[in-house]
Each structure stands twice: as C-alpha cells, then as structure tokens.
C-alpha cells in the first residue's frame, strides 16, 4: 500500500491557498517517490485541486470533477455533490481509494468516496497521512498571524514535514 501524502488548504480574505508534500511511501519504511505532484488547476485556472490516496484513483476522480466542472459551468458546490454522488453509487468509482479538497476563491470543500462534501467552519482544512498536523498548524498560524493563505499553507506543509515520516518538505503550492 502507498502512503505518504500530506494535503492542507487556506482560505483567507479572497485568497485561497493549496500545499501538499512529493512523498509517496511503499509500506511502512520505503520513500519511494520525493516529487510527487499533488495539487493543480483546472477549469481554467479558477479551481485548485490536491489529492490524497492512491494516485491512479485520485487522477480518475480529478478527472471526473474537472468534467463535473464543465457539465455545471464552473459551479463548485453542485460539481463537487455530483462527484460524491456518482462516487457513492458508481460500482467502479466506490472503490476508488483517495479523497480531495477542491476550491475556487468562494468555496473549500472536501470531497470523499462515502459521499460526503464538507466545507470547513474555519476555513482551513488538511488530508493525508501528516494531515492532523498541518490542520493544527495552519489553525494556529491563522488565528495568531498576519500571514497570507499561501504563506499559511506553505508553513503549515514545513511544520507537518518536521513531524510526520510521511511527510516530505518537496511542498507544492498552488493559489487562487
């Protein structure tokens, strides 16, 4: 089994902001990848996406959204509940093993395999296996600084490295 995938994601004023970790692990002590690729745009640059779980299905899924995306003319939420509930039902889909967080400079949302979309009271929300602490530290930085989305994002991604073997500190950042 692969792991090693940290995601966490900020929305703050009218920026919002995606990091996440290259690691993917094999088992539990094999680094087997440093640059992974685990966050994007799409829908013409107005959508940021990052994924955790296996990438095959999470590339499926991102691909699946990007034409949920299009069906509904850019709308996010309406997107993202087609999505989960094509996931939910769709014999292939349901065992697809990852999740995503998606926004647009109105929303953040994380979508899962269950069928759920949740949109975070706070703004701030993480995935993955080092996503507890990056949750943490960007709650932190973002209620006791003045630093931008991307600024949080990318610090919490730094201090999730520091802490969890699954975590690398090779951090993409993406920004709407």
């Given at each position: 089994?692969?792991k090693g995938t940290?995601?966490?994601a900020?929305?703050?004023?009218d920026?919002?902001?995606?990091a996440?970790d290259?690691?993917?692990?094999m088992?539990?002590?094999?680094?087997?990848?440093?640059?992974?690729?685990?966050?994007?745009?799409?829908?013409?640059?107005?959508?940021?996406?990052?994924?955790?779980?296996?990438?095959a299905?999470?590339?499926?899924?991102?691909?699946k959204?990007?034409?949920?995306?299009e069906?509904?003319?850019?709308n996010?939420?309406?997107?993202?509940v087609?999505?989960?509930?094509?996931?939910?039902?769709d014999?292939?889909?349901?065992?697809?093993e990852?999740?995503?967080?998606?926004?647009?400079?109105?929303?953040?949302?994380?979508?899962?395999g269950g069928?759920?979309?949740i949109?975070p009271d706070?703004?701030?929300?993480?995935?993955?296996s080092?996503?507890?602490y990056?949750?943490?530290?960007a709650?932190?930085?973002?209620d006791n600084?003045?630093?931008?989305?991307?600024e949080?994002?990318?610090k919490a991604?730094?201090i999730?490295?520091?802490?969890?073997v699954?975590?690398?500190?090779?951090?993409?950042?993406?920004?709407?």
């Amino acid at each position: 089994m692969f792991k090693g995938t940290t995601i966490v994601a900020v929305k703050q004023k009218d920026r919002v902001a995606i990091a996440g970790d290259g690691q993917v692990t094999m088992g539990e002590n094999t680094i087997i990848k440093h640059t992974a690729k685990k966050i994007r745009k799409i829908y013409n640059d107005t959508v940021v996406i990052g994924f955790a779980g296996s990438v095959a299905d999470a590339l499926m899924l991102s691909e699946k959204f990007e034409e949920k995306l299009e069906q509904y003319s850019g709308n996010l939420k309406r997107a993202s509940v087609e999505l989960a509930q094509d996931w939910r039902r769709d014999k292939i889909l349901k065992k697809l093993e990852a999740l995503m967080i998606v926004a647009n400079k109105e929303n953040l949302l994380v979508i899962s395999g269950g069928g759920e979309v949740i949109e975070p009271d706070e703004d701030v929300v993480a995935i993955g296996s080092g996503g507890f602490y990056a949750l943490a530290a960007a709650k932190a930085l973002k209620d006791n600084t003045d630093l931008s989305a991307g600024e949080i994002a990318y610090k919490a991604m730094e201090i999730a490295a520091s802490i969890c073997v699954y975590t690398n500190n090779n951090i993409t950042l993406e920004e709407l």
